[in-house]
């Protein structure tokens, strides 16, 4: 399996494609939608897809000797790998993002601390279960799909967003930086880690499935 993603990686991750992941910066940007530079990872995984059919490196895969599984593995892991890079980034300009806000908040949208990177790792795994499983219908078509999986990156991290601005207690200790509720924000941060692979994993089994019945 690690063979394929190897060869995945070389074939359809052109290295200009990883400055999506460096888009994980524009929380350096103040006063702004952090979850913006976060979605760029859905427009990284929509250009390696692009070159996964113009490459039809599926068919190929299927042509060699090895399982179904591997190759949804290795397709699964490349999409991860196009979301925790971005997320990577983030994480590395997090506390200069901080040190750099005259205000040390954020006026439109969560700030840039543990509640919203693991509010981001939840609405990146909604986004995966509901692409992954899909795009292994058929092995091909991912157009309709992804933009299925844009939709519900922005509800679930909208809903999320509005709950937290809405509920002044969830405000007061979701967001900003008051070291009294930074216990609040970890375990937001510990649900999004443990949420993520998980729902990784589930949409890796389900597109298995679905992906052993496709005739290429």
């Not at 995945?8 to 524009?26: I, S, W």
């Not at 939709?151 to 991290?157: E, G, H, P, R």
């Amino acid at each position: 399996m690690l063979k394929l993603l190897k060869k995945d990686l070389k074939l359809n991750m052109h290295p200009a494609l990883y400055l999506f992941a460096l888009l994980g910066a524009m929380v350096l940007i103040p006063n702004y939608p952090y979850i913006v530079g976060v979605g760029y990872s859905i427009m990284h995984i929509m250009v390696y897809f692009q070159f996964v059919n113009e490459n039809r490196s599926q068919e190929f895969s299927a042509t060699l000797p090895v399982k179904r599984s591997d190759i949804v593995a290795s397709t699964t892991l490349a999409v991860t790998l196009c979301q925790l890079t971005n997320l990577a980034v983030g994480a590395i300009c997090a506390y200069p993002s901080y040190l750099i806000n005259p205000d040390k908040f954020n006026y439109v949208g969560l700030d840039c601390n543990f509640t919203f990177f693991g509010v981001s790792l939840l609405c990146l795994g909604v986004f995966n279960i509901v692409v992954v499983p899909r795009y292994f219908k058929t092995g091909y078509k991912y157009g309709f799909t992804l933009i299925l999986g844009l939709i519900s990156f922005v509800i679930s991290y909208g809903a999320i967003e509005f709950t937290v601005q809405l509920v002044p207690q969830l405000t007061k200790s979701l967001d900003g930086y008051d070291a009294g509720f930074i216990w609040a924000r970890l375990t937001v941060l510990l649900l999004g880690v443990i949420m993520y692979p998980t729902l990784t994993y589930a949409a890796n089994k389900i597109a298995t499935k679905k992906f052993e019945k496709v005739n290429l």
